[in-house]
């Protein structure tokens, strides 16, 4: 049974910094891809950044520059470390292992519990 475990959430001001984990346990072969999405009260769950088995990364654009993904894979653990975090960044962070779905795309098929971000200003 897969499991993923997100930590490192938690309150910090405008300007501050975060380290988010999540842990994959339990996962039969290797992801094609693993990512970071946030979600608001109301709002759609959001692409935050995403980091392939190969390391290429993607950032949305409101994090470039900020924020920087990566992972240990003999760990089984992916990362975001989030650097001068704003008031926007606030929301709940999910961890996503991708997969390789029945019609051959890498899809995200397993998600964490989710980790609670506060930037206050």
């Known amino acids: 049974q897969v499991q993923q475990v997100e930590f490192g959430g938690g309150s910090v001001q405008a300007g501050g910094s975060l380290l988010l984990s999540c842990v994959v346990t339990g996962m039969r072969g290797s992801t094609c891809k693993m990512g970071w999405y946030r979600q608001t009260p109301g709002q759609e769950r959001e692409f935050v950044s995403s980091?392939?088995?190969?390391?290429?990364?993607f950032y949305a654009d409101f994090v470039k520059g900020r924020f920087t993904i990566s992972q240990d894979n003999a760990k089984a653990t992916l990362y975001l470390q989030m650097n001068s975090l704003q008031t926007e960044d606030t929301a709940v962070y999910y961890c996503g292992a991708g997969t390789i779905s029945g019609d051959g795309t890498c899809t995200y098929n397993f998600w964490g519990q989710g980790t609670q971000v506060t930037v206050s200003s």
């Open positions: 980091i392939s088995h190969q390391d290429t990364k």
